[in-house]
Nanobody, 129 residues
Framework: QVQLVESGGGSVQAGGSLRLSCATS????????MGWFRQAPGKEREGVAY???????GYADSVKGRFTISKDNDKNTLYLQMNSLEPEDTAIYYC???????????????????????WGQGTQVTVSS
């Protein structure tokens, strides 16, 4: 059973940066697509960024230019570098694994949580103004 473990969350002031990590025990990043999602209190879960197994990436409009998703296959770790953080970024952040790239006619498949089947436990990010 593949497990995903997020880390790196915390509290920062607006304008600050954090880097989230998602570690797994197996070498899944070469075969699975990976995504970062977040859920704020009282809001629905939303896709933040994704990276397909071929290395292609995509971002939600709200984080473009501020967040960067990457992975290190040798370390079996997925990252989300978050810069210029805003209070609106406050949420629990989750990493997930799946195969949304199979839905190649669906341009934002990577941001659709329904297409992922393995999830981490989440890490809290709090941004104060």
């Amino acid at each position: 059973q593949v497990q995903l473990v997020e880390s790196g969350g915390g509290s920062v002031q607006a304008g600050g940066s954090l880097r989230l990590s998602c570690a797994t025990s197996g070498s899944i990043y070469t075969t699975y697509d990976m995504g970062w999602f977040r859920q704020a209190p009282g809001k629905e879960r939303e896709g933040v960024a994704y990276i397909y197994s071929d290395g292609s990436t995509g971002y939600a409009d709200s984080v473009k230019g501020r967040f960067t998703i990457s992975k290190d296959n040798d370390k079996n770790t997925l990252y989300l570098q978050m810069n210029s953080l805003e209070p609106e970024d406050t949420a629990i952040y989750y990493c997930a694994a799946g195969r949304p790239s199979r839905f190649y006619r669906y341009p934002t498949a990577g941001l659709d949580g329904r297409l992922y089947n393995i999830w981490g436990q989440g890490t809290q990010v709090t941004v104060s103004s």
